[in-house]
């Protein structure tokens, strides 16, 4: 029978251990939220649920909070500004909005790579989101003379984690004077393998990275000098199949379809008058789409306008309108015509190629909240599209209420290849 100083001593031995377990514990606790916060911000984030995102970001700040471990809290920090980017890139978060997010992005990017020097995610986190600064106009401090580029040093780190191959091989594939660049194609292709292969030897889940990943290999083999929708919609198709809310894809697949221009008899009893001319040959390049006037009518329920080119159009091209609804120039995002001082709060978009009767591409209606983070088309899709004039010219008809045109309403007409802007016609002594 224990004696009463064997039962003191075991109760002393229980209260240490207990002591000693209840960190492990709580450690646990914490590691396993920050593993469904994760889930859950992977999920938001495919979703465009940018409602889930802030919760999941509040989420995360509790985690931080509690985090006893610098790893965990550098998981922590990267995780709410991975939120914070993929809320900004949901299109539908207002410019006051927008800047908070890349300042509470960059915040926490920032923390995390200063909690771990050698955190890749974190340093290439960190210079997307300054590139989001620029595109609301806010003002970083520059970093101190002699400081690594942070998309060097992510790049240097580990070239091959998602986060850093992906926004990798975007960077390198873009080019703004023509089709992607093969290297940022090639980078994207590779990391499209290794995960598949990852995921066929380990089971796991189809996460964010994977669908990005597929995602941004659709959008750089679109932009070739000839697109081909047969291939690219066989890509989404398979995309979707694993992912079916992933709304990006979804969007891209719309584009994908092939769709019939409309019936000219459409706009037969509109009146045109003029709205725009600018002078031939006036354009960054004489080989590509060169705009020479713009027509305006109306209908009950549409705006439609027919722009006009030098030459007949090739089989694919590119035309935009935007719109400074109510003239005020120090609002709305600027247009990017050289040295413009133009401000645009509605932008349509007409990026197509064409067989036959048929075309595919991007077509819609935006708001300058969108367009500053690439969504085209978050007020409308519904846009109506017609060649006429031998190719020479192409009529777009535009829901009345997707515009909300006001008598002091200017706009510009651009146009060229659909990868690359070539000449515009403006309403706008300032526009150029």
Do not use: C
Request: glycine content about 6%; hydrophobic content about 45%.
């Amino acid at each position: 029978m224990p004696t009463r100083r064997m039962v003191r001593a075991m109760r002393i031995v229980s209260i240490i251990l207990a002591i000693l377990l209840v960190p492990t514990l709580a450690a646990a606790d914490v590691a396993r939220d920050l593993g469904l916060a994760r889930e859950m911000l992977e999920d938001a984030a495919i979703r465009d649920d940018e409602e889930g995102l802030r919760l999941v970001r509040e989420r995360l700040l509790r985690i931080a909070a509690e985090a006893a471990d610098d790893r965990t809290l550098r998981d922590a920090h990267h995780l709410i500004a991975l939120s914070a980017h993929f809320e900004l890139y949901t299109g539908r978060r207002d410019l006051s909005t927008a800047t908070r997010l890349v300042e509470t992005g960059i915040r926490h990017a920032d923390r995390a790579v200063r909690l771990d020097e050698r955190f890749a995610d974190g340093w290439m986190l960190s210079a997307m989101l300054r590139g989001s600064a620029r595109n609301v106009g806010l003002t970083v401090p520059p970093d101190p003379a002699g400081s690594p580029s942070r998309f060097a040093r992510a790049t240097e780190l580990d070239p091959n984690s998602p986060g850093v191959a992906l926004f990798s091989g975007l960077l390198q594939s873009f080019d703004p004077a023509g089709p992607a660049r093969p290297q940022g194609v090639k980078l994207l292709e590779q990391l499209v393998a290794r995960l598949d292969a990852d995921r066929a030897a380990t089971g796991r889940r189809f996460g964010l990275w994977d669908a990005n990943a597929h995602m941004f290999l659709v959008m750089v083999r679109r932009a070739s000098n000839d697109p081909r929708s047969e291939s690219l919609r066989a890509d989404t198709t398979r995309l979707l199949a694993q992912r079916p809310d992933h709304a990006q894809t979804r969007q891209i697949a719309e584009t994908l379809t092939d769709r019939r221009f409309a019936d000219a008899n459409a706009f037969a009893n509109v009146t045109w008058e003029p709205a725009l001319t600018d002078p031939a040959n006036d354009g960054k390049d004489p080989k590509l789409p060169d705009v020479i006037a713009v027509e305006r009518g109306a209908t009950a329920d549409r705006h439609w306008y027919r722009v006009t080119f030098r030459e007949p159009l090739p089989r694919a091209f590119g035309v935009n309108l935007a719109f400074d609804r109510d003239g005020d120039p120090s609002t709305g995002m600027r247009w990017w015509g050289t040295g413009s001082t133009f401000r645009f709060d509605r932008l349509v978009t007409a990026w197509i190629a064409r067989d036959g009767d048929r075309y595919f591409g991007a077509a819609g209606v935006t708001s300058d909240d969108a367009a500053r983070f690439f969504r085209l088309a978050n007020i409308s899709t519904d846009i109506a599209i017609t060649m006429t004039n031998d190719d020479r010219s192409v009529v777009l008809g535009i829901p009345r209420t997707a515009l909300s045109l006001m008598d002091t309403s200017t706009m510009i007409a651009a146009g060229g290849s659909h990868l690359v802007w070539n000449d515009d016609a403006t309403s706008a002594s300032n526009s150029r």
